[in-house]
């Protein structure tokens, strides 16, 4: 029961309750050139990228999850799209164990800009909406340079949430 209550999920959701508020109140309205900041999916490649491609997933999945209750999509279309954003994202830990932070906001840019860029395609596979359009060429660098701005500040909370220590070397005595 313990570990439960410890455990991810618990910390995951209020935060991403945050998130969501902020994301569905203020950011509406603060447009960049027409395009809506993504800070949802800003959040989910960021935890990716602090807590590697597994968890990241999973997180992301919980908060796409979040995103489709909150604003009526078809359920599990965001959470799937949003889990692909942050498993690309965590592929930071394929170069190194502890990337610095750059790195981080680097690959979650990246995860956010490819998880931008599965939202059509998701949505035609379900028959939702239609293909690409214009905008996608203004979104995805809208995309890219907002997730790398604010992932330096949500890479260490998503690494709170997640439960994920920094790795501790050791010299290993003769």
């Known amino acids: 029961m313990r570990a439960f209550l410890t455990g991810p999920f618990i910390r995951l959701a209020p935060v991403v ?11 509406t309205e ?4 027409g395009v809506v900041l993504p800070l ?10 602090g ?3 597994e968890r990241g997933a999973i997180a992301g999945f919980v908060v796409g999850l979040m995103y489709d209750l909150a604003a009526g999509t078809p359920l599990g279309l ?5 889990a692909l954003a942050a ?4 592929y930071a830990f394929v170069f190194t164990p502890v990337p610095p932070w750059w790195l981080s906001a680097l690959f979650a840019a990246i995860g956010a800009t490819m998880g931008e860029l599965a939202q059509p395609i998701a949505r035609t596979l379900i028959g939702s909406d239609g293909w690409f359009d214009r905008r996608l ?20 909370i998503g690494r709170w ?11 290993i005595p003769d």
């Not at 309750?17 to 950011?27: D, E, F, H, N, P």
């Not at 965001?78 to 949003?82: A, E, I, K, M, R």
Request: hydrophobic share 65%.
């Open 30 to 33: 603060v447009t960049f050139r």
């Open 161 to 171: 949430c997640m439960g994920v220590k920094r790795p501790r070397w050791r010299v």
């Open 137 to 156: 060429v203004t979104i995805l660098p809208v995309t890219f340079v907002f997730t790398a701005l604010v992932a330096p500040l949500l890479v260490p």
């Open 78 to 82: 965001t959470g799937l799209v949003f």
């Open 40 to 49: 949802a999916l800003a959040f989910a490649a960021s935890v990716g990228a």
């Open 87 to 90: 498993f690309i994202a965590g």
């Open 51 to 53: 807590a590697g491609s």
């Open 17 to 27: 309750l945050v998130v969501l508020a902020l994301q569905r109140t203020i950011l």
